[in-house]
């Protein structure tokens, strides 16, 4: 069995309560931390770990940290990033829906780091069942001297409170996020300011995903270095992948960073093989990676074993590469169609476009209609270079990356699955039967592009 | 946005809306958690309360209510309800069927299961059932890709469904003719 | 001071200054240096947060400072962005930006009704000058446009949102130049619209200044509505006493022999109100006895209003209908020989 960090005890019984919780050395973090560690130290640790954040981008989580402006005479904030919205991605919801209080944990070790007094869980408003899962923890906590004032003797005081938002990926976005709790439309700011200068009301924050703040428990407990064992290079640790689509076992797995995409997909203490006839293509990480076909997931484009890992699966960059991105995890047989896929993938885009730029607002729309088209049989062969120009205005040109990853799924799946879009100018009709190709598997024809 | 909220032109005929006695308790405990002017903060729970009161949607009338309670110009109010998806600006039924469609869900046969949720309750997504008992809302990843395909109703994940779960599902529902909402408990 | 480099000209800017506002200096300095200049939709120097949102403005900066010479790895927005010293920045001599910039041009268009001949704003519309200097031969867009009823927002202003584009001019002037928002942006992507969500009349002080910054015809003047195309006027500057609290009385009043057609307030070179104007001044004094005339308004050169005509860009055939399709266009054949 590989090792579990953050998920070593979720099986525990009662682990969600904070009996529980404690009993299997719950909160040791935070007696660590408030008793015997100072917050530079803290910090200091963070970076020794090497952990990057998880929410997506892999940013380094301690230097995020350090770059907090601290100001005198103004608050600073925690802010808890639990939309989890990225399609594929459930992780943060298994995780807190099961052992709410290692969330809780980190917080108040983080906060203790961070020196901030208030910190938030801004949470989707779908899980309104999460949230209310981790206010009774939170209630739990505050009675038992975890939380509230003067935590544990140490002068160190800390609030948290469970926003809920209302239906809107953007606002898994830092900044929206950050408006979305001011009670705003979750329209992205404007960077700079970043928000560890200039965040929540405007003083500064630090926004960390879920995972990310849980791991900040280990690492303390055990010390960056341990932490730092763990992995491979520059992955360090552990990383949760909520995997779904065509395998036989889906659900949420911690993996050792490293771990071979090959036993990844194919062994049965994961994802258990493929779910139908043969795998066709993989999204590692939540819809807004590259997709990539099944082999060039297995194997760098040099013919190396892929691990899960960031440096990894980026191996090739965008050419033959993808992202481990946020850890959402799904893969497709050879019953899917990658036409269907990318439309649906334009449409979610088009769907959650916050508007505020001209690009991301009139190019997501302008994607989906033309997927539409050649999905439903009505295409033409121009609009496969029109789709790759139209991907090409968008990208680098928006507020926020949200642009960007409307347009990389497009531009990955035309340039390796090119032979499917040209299929289904080729044969209108037979293509107007949405389930065309789980009535008669697609043949890859061609290589994959490098365009 | 599936459908563009049209805006509204008149209240003509809309209920009247004000908060409960429990709800204006709940309404003020949330306004006490952000710091000393930062009351706006609390707008977003507290549409979700108003939109419970007020037969699972948000009518003008609700939302002036809540532009009144945190002293928020209305405009404020209108601008942030129509740009989450949660909040409904027209009429709804008993239940509301957010199902989803994103990709992952639909490698696991949501495409289908929407198709099966037409037909046998006669609407298209968007649509509420001429009793007033189910509307039929499709939406974007709900964190539950590896048990789709799925659907919320309220405060419930209904996952890992097949046509027969769902047929099973709709039969309850319609027998227990009780509002669902998300802030259920 | 901060010295920056735009295009291979150099200016020296006071510390803060973005660099649009660079490049408008360099306009400033040295009229023909004024290609320097991007192109400015959603950003409005008199208005708090303006800019940032329609990317027409976009530049590269192959050379971030003297201190940090790294490129920037995207284009960056030049209205919101600080110039460093030493920074280098490449607007027109940068042929990906030139690409980049015309696929935002074309974006913005691609939703666009293009009912120039029937639009108040035509001959002074910024979307037009846009897609004449920085558009495509033609849209590729073949589906159905958004479209809108055009409605009245109060007695004076008509709004056609079909022909927005969010730049958000208009809610900024409303949120920090009036007393009491009532409209704002409702539903989000690109079904965003500018609404007051239920019907109700903006009635304020300086309302009216809405239509001054808005950069298309989405609001117009009610009061001058279809009186006169604009290039058969005669702009004048003039001023007046005004009481009116914040507002300087200085105006430009667009006259047909001695007839007040239309009053605005005094754009300058780069199509910004040099102050803002109340909605007396705008609306009520529309008789040239009440102002005293200072002498015609300096047009800008390369404007359509002083060519005294309606000059056919090149994306925006005249049409008589609303717009068809591009494919439609295509096979017109008048359209093909010009
Ligand atoms: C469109 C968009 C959606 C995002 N959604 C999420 C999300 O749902 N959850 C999350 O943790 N981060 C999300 N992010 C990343 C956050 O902006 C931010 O990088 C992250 O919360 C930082 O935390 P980390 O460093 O711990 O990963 C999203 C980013 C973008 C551009
Ligand atoms: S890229 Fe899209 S989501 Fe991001 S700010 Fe622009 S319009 Fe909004
Ligand atoms: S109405 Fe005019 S000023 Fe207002 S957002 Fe639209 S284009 Fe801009
Ligand atoms: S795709 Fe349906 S829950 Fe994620
Ligand atoms: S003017 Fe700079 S982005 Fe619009």
């Not at chain 1, 807190?96 to 020196?115: D, K, N, Q, Y």
Request: hydrophobic share 35%.
């Amino acid at each position: 069995m590989a090792r579990k960090i953050l998920f070593e005890h979720i099986d525990k019984p009662g682990i969600r309560g904070l009996e529980g919780y404690r009993a299997h050395g719950g909160y040791r973090s935070v007696e660590k931390a408030l008793r015997t560690m100072a917050p530079e130290a803290v910090v200091e640790e963070v970076k020794k770990s090497g952990l990057r954040g998880r929410g997506g981008a892999g940013f380094p989580t301690g230097m995020k940290w350090s770059f907090l402006a601290k100001p005198e005479g103004v608050p600073r904030y925690l802010v808890v990033n639990a939309d989890e919205s990225e399609p594929g991605t459930f992780k943060d919801r298994y995780l807190m829906e099961r052992i709410p209080h290692l969330l809780i944990e980190g917080m108040v070790t983080s906060s203790f780091a961070l020196g901030a007094n208030t910190a938030f869980i801004y949470i989707r408003g779908e899980y309104f069942h999460v949230a209310r899962i981790l206010e009774q923890a939170i209630g739990e906590a505050r009675a038992a001297g975890w939380l509230g004032r003067n935590i544990l003797g140490s002068g160190f005081d800390l609030d948290i409170h469970v926003q809920v938002g209302a239906g809107a990926y953007i606002c898994g976005e830092e900044t929206a996020l950050l408006e979305s709790l001011e009670g705003k439309r979750g329209n992205p700011r404007l960077k700079p300011p970043f928000p560890a200068v200039k965040g929540l009301y405007q003083c500064p924050t630090v926004v960390n995903n879920v995972e990310t703040i849980a791991a900040v428990v280990p690492i303390v407990n055990d010390g960056g270095e341990e932490y730092a064992k763990v992995g491979v290079g520059r992955s360090t640790g552990t990383k949760l992948i909520s995997a779904g689509g065509n395998i036989k076992r889906p659900g949420v797995y911690e993996i050792e960073l490293g771990l071979p995409c090959d036993e990844f997909i194919n062994s049965d203490e994961y994802c258990g093989g493929v779910d139908g006839r043969a795998f066709k293509a993989v999204v590692p990480g939540g819809s807004s990676v590259p997709i990539v076909p099944y082999e060039l997931f297995l194997r760098t484009a040099k013919g190396e074993p892929r691990l899960m890992s960031y440096e990894s699966l980026s191996d090739g960059g965008f050419v033959s590469g993808t992202m481990l991105g946020s850890g959402g995890f799904y893969a497709y047989n050879d019953a899917q169609c990658i036409v269907r896929s990318t439309w649906n993938h334009a449409r979610f885009y088009h769907h959650e476009s916050c508007g505020q730029c001209s690009p991301c607002r009139e190019g997501t729309g302008w994607l989906d209609k033309v997927l539409e088209r050649l999905e439903l049989g009505e295409g033409r062969a121009e609009d496969i270079d029109l789709l790759w120009d139209i991907q090409r205005k968008i990208e680098g040109n928006t507020i926020c990356p949200l642009g960007d990853a409307a347009a990389w799924p497009v531009a990955s799946a035309i340039r390796h699955f090119r032979d499917e879009f040209e299929y289904h100018v080729t044969h209108r009709e037979k293509v107007k039967d949405p389930r065309h190709f789980a009535r008669e598997p697609f043949r890859r024809t061609a290589r994959p592009q490098t365009v | 946005m599936s459908a563009r909220t049209r805006p509204v032109t008149t209240t003509e005929g809309v209920r009247p809306f004000a908060f409960s006695a429990t709800a204006l308790a709940e309404c003020r405990e949330l306004i006490a958690r952000y710091p000393e002017g930062r009351s706006k903060s609390a707008l977003i729970p507290i549409l979700h309360i108003a939109q419970a009161e007020n037969d699972g949607w948000l009518s003008v009338n609700a939302m002036d209510a809540v532009a009144e309670l945190l002293g928020l110009r209305r405009i404020e109010v209108y601008e942030v309800a129509s740009f989450y998806s949660m909040f409904n600006l027209h009429p709804v039924g008993t239940y509301v069927l957010d199902v989803c469609r994103t990709t992952p869900c639909m490698l696991r046969g949501s495409d289908e299961l929407i198709a099966h949720l037409e037909k046998k309750l006669g609407i298209h997504p968007g649509e509420t059932t001429k009793d007033g008992m189910f509307t039929l809302k499709t939406v974007e990843c709900l964190g539950s890709c590896g048990t789709g395909p799925m659907l919320q109703c309220g405060a419930r994940y209904h996952e890992d469904l097949t046509v027969e779960k769902v047929d099973r599902l709709i039969d309850e529902l319609r027998a227990r003719n009780q509002r669902a909402n998300y802030t259920d408990r | 001071m901060p010295k920056v480099t735009i295009d291979g000209i150099t200016i020296e800017v006071p510390e803060g200054t973005t660099i649009l506002q660079a490049a408008r200096m360099i306009g400033e300095r040295n009229k023909a240096d004024r290609y320097v200049v991007p192109p400015a939709m959603c950003y409005y120097s008199k208005l708090e947060t303006s800019g940032g949102y329609c990317r027409t403005c976009l530049v590269k900066v192959p050379k971030g400072s003297d201190k940090d010479p790294r490129p920037m790895p995207k284009p960056v927005p030049s209205c919101r962005t600080t110039v460093m010293d030493g920074m280098e920045v490449a607007n027109t001599t940068d042929p990906t930006l030139i690409d980049a910039r015309n696929g935002v041009v074309e974006m913005l268009l691609i939703n666009h009704p293009l009912d120039c001949p029937i639009c108040d704003q035509a001959g002074e519309c910024h979307l037009q000058d846009l897609s004449y200097e920085n558009g495509t031969a033609a849209s590729r867009y073949e589906f159905e446009r958004r479209t809108f009823e055009p409605i009245d927002i109060g007695d004076t202003i008509k709004l056609h949102m079909t022909r927005c584009i969010l730049c958000y001019r208009c809610v900024k002037v409303a949120e920090q130049i009036t007393d009491g928002r009532v409209h704002g942006v409702i539903n989000r992507g690109d079904a965003a619209e500018i609404s007051t969500y239920i019907e109700q009349a903006i009635d304020n002080d300086f309302s009216g200044n809405m239509i001054d910054v808005c950069p298309v015809g989405a609001l117009t003047d009610r009061t001058f509505r279809f009186a006169s195309r604009v290039w058969f006027t005669k702009p004048m500057d003039a001023h007046r006493d005004c009481e009116t609290p914040g507002c300087d009385g200085k105006v430009v009043l667009w006259l047909k022999g001695d007839e007040v057609l239309r009053v605005t307030g005094r754009k300058d070179q780069w199509g910004e109100v040099e102050s803002f104007i109340c909605n007396t001044c705008r609306y009520d004094r529309k008789d040239l006895a009440a102002w005293t005339v200072e002498g015609p308004r300096n047009v800008d050169r390369h404007s359509v209003i002083s060519q005294g005509h309606y000059h056919l860009k090149r994306t925006q055939p005249l049409l008589t209908a609303p717009a068809p399709n591009v494919p439609e266009l295509a096979k017109r054949k008048d359209l093909k020989d010009r």
